[in-house]
């Protein structure tokens, strides 16, 4: 017999679970863990603790920052469909095991 939490659960997941596979929906999932993890990369690149690092980046290299850029871009966009993809992985399992526990009773 399944819960009212289970049963409600099955209910929302028929209703959105393909609208939760739109490209849209990933960016409300892990744009902010993204950008989080690159405001705190740049917080420690540029706060020149690490003193190789700071000659790097103050020496004749001038495309690094374009590098960064690209990188902190690449990693956002890795993070954002990553979890985006695993939410949605984990919600479709729960759901199937559901639909399997109700079709057994």
């Known amino acids: 017999m399944l819960t009212k939490e289970e049963n409600n659960f099955i209910q929302y997941w028929e209703k959105s679970r393909l609208e939760k596979k739109k490209v849209l ?22 706060s020149g ?13 001038s495309s690094l920052i374009i590098i960064l850029i690209v990188a902190a871009l690449l990693i956002v966009v890795f993070i954002v469909i990553f979890s985006a993809r695993h ?14 526990k109700k079709n057994k009773e």
């Open 49 to 61: 603790w690490f003193k190789k690092a700071d000659m790097v980046l103050h020496g004749e290299s």
């Open 25 to 46: 929906r990933h960016l409300s999932v892990g744009l902010p863990m993204a950008v989080a993890l690159i405001i705190a990369i740049f917080i420690n690149f540029f």
């Open 87 to 100: 939410r949605w992985d984990m919600n479709e399992q729960t759901y199937r095991q559901l639909i399997n």
